[in-house]
């Protein structure tokens, strides 16, 4: 049936999708994993194809609550939830709270959300638990609740549409493993995972961390902090100062991009050497221009997508997968110039969209 997620083994043809530019049209079929069974946190990712519905029976009313837009990963998560919706003909409203310390104001945006009419919450979480006691509310209401990007610890929660950013962490760290491998010299890499408290952030340390254990990479202490730009160049700017051997930086998209202008003014590149442990359009820049060397890609439009999906076939009583995200793929100097931009990041110049109707 032509709307039913069908689930496959994944082939090398359809990784080789990714490379399309076929797939600006349509971003469907997709290459994807499904964690079995849904939200455990040792499930077995299962490879599959995702097709989303092709149009919503009514234009249902999807509030979408973000941390954040400060940096163009959220941007890129706000191309997908706006695009699908226009896509499913259903209505979105989003809203943003400022940042990873305004729990607070998560909660009263997504309350004032469901007061107003939402049928059915898309929520990239500030807090892994802190929105959990929200979360078992608005089911009790029989609004459909879907986890996107972030984590949320809730068993109330209807789907997840997000990758592992274990894996993302992980895929980082092995990276750089094998380019330095056990009884090789040993080099320093500054870590820099994220706001402390964040289920993304704590996943990702873990999965870096455990991805280096045995080779000749030895993390310096997780430096944690917001993901605004001068938050991040403060704590690279520190570790620059109190390790001047250090041999990379690696930590969030916004550490990478911060960190370019600084690694160029001190001199130090190609001594001093960038990755981030996810993808942006000034992470794809960078490593296309040289300046930063690795990141995986997680394909956080077709999460946004795929929330947005979650949420109107939950709406409608229709099959779904409960706990799905794109495949990960790592994007370096090697195939950079190969890996489009559609489904991986959001349009150039692309501006923020708070309403679809």
């Known amino acids: 049936m032509k709307n039913r997620i069908a689930l496959t083994l994944a082939s090398s043809a359809l990784a080789l999708?990714?490379?399309?530019?076929?797939?600006?049209?349509?971003?469907?079929?997709?290459?994807?994993?499904?964690v079995e069974p849904a939200f455990s946190a040792d499930g077995k990712a299962v490879d599959m194809s995702y097709?989303?519905?092709?149009?919503?029976?009514?234009?249902?009313?999807?509030?979408?609550?973000?941390?954040?837009?400060?940096?163009?990963?959220?941007?890129?998560?706000?191309?997908?939830?706006?695009?699908?919706?226009?896509?499913?003909?259903?209505?979105?409203?989003?809203?943003?709270?400022?940042?990873?310390?305004?729990?607070?104001?998560?909660?009263?945006?997504i309350e004032d959300c469901v007061a107003g009419g939402a049928q059915a919450v898309v929520i990239g979480a500030i807090s892994f638990d802190g929105l959990n006691n929200l979360v078992s509310e608005i089911k009790k209401k029989n609004i459909?609740?879907?986890?996107?990007?972030?984590?949320i610890s809730s068993p109330d929660i209807t789907a997840k549409s997000l990758v592992s950013f274990y894996t993302m962490g992980y895929e980082t760290g092995s990276y750089l493993a094998k380019k330095h491998p056990a009884g090789s010299e040993e080099v320093k890499v500054g870590w820099f995972p994220g706001p402390a408290g964040a289920g993304w952030v704590e996943a990702a340390n873990k999965g870096f961390l455990e991805a280096i254990k045995g080779s000749s990479v030895k993390a310096l202490e997780p430096?944690?902090?917001?993901?605004?730009?001068?938050?991040?160049?403060?704590?690279?700017?520190?570790?620059?100062?109190?390790?001047?051997?250090?041999?990379?930086?690696a930590g969030t998209a916004v550490t990478a991009e911060a960190a370019q202008g600084l690694i160029r003014e001190r001199g130090l590149k190609?001594?001093?050497?960038?990755?981030?442990?996810?993808?942006?359009?000034?992470?794809?820049?960078?490593?296309?221009?040289?300046?930063i060397l690795a990141a995986p890609a997680d394909s956080m439009v077709v999460q946004g997508r795929i929330a947005i999906d979650q949420a109107v076939r939950?709406?409608?009583?229709?099959?779904?997968?409960?706990?799905?995200?794109?495949?990960?793929?790592?994007?370096?100097?090697?195939?950079?110039?190969?890996?489009?931009?559609?489904?991986?990041?959001?349009?150039?110049?692309?501006?923020?969209?708070?309403?679809?109707n």
């Open 144 to 151: 459909p609740v879907i986890d996107v990007i972030n984590g």
């Open 17 to 34: 999708t990714l490379a399309t530019p076929a797939l600006a049209e349509a971003w469907y079929p997709y290459p994807a994993q499904a």
């Open 223 to 249: 430096k944690y902090g917001d993901t605004g730009k001068e938050a991040q160049l403060k704590l690279v700017e520190d570790v620059l100062q109190a390790e001047p051997d250090i041999r990379y930086i």
């Open 270 to 291: 190609g001594k001093v050497d960038l990755l981030a442990f996810y993808m942006t359009p000034g992470v794809y820049e960078g490593i296309k221009r040289g300046f």
């Open 314 to 356: 939950a709406l409608e009583g229709k099959e779904f997968v409960k706990h799905v995200g794109p495949k990960i793929f790592v994007v370096d100097p090697s195939n950079v110039k190969t890996v489009p931009q559609t489904n991986i990041l959001p349009p150039d110049g692309y501006k923020p969209v708070f309403s679809v």
């Open 51 to 109: 097709s989303p519905l092709e149009k919503a029976e009514k234009p249902w009313n999807i509030c979408v609550s973000f941390p954040h837009m400060k940096d163009a990963y959220w941007l890129g998560v706000d191309y997908g939830v706006a695009e699908e919706a226009k896509d499913l003909g259903v209505k979105m409203n989003l809203v943003e709270a400022g940042g990873y310390t305004e729990l607070s104001k998560q909660i009263s945006q």
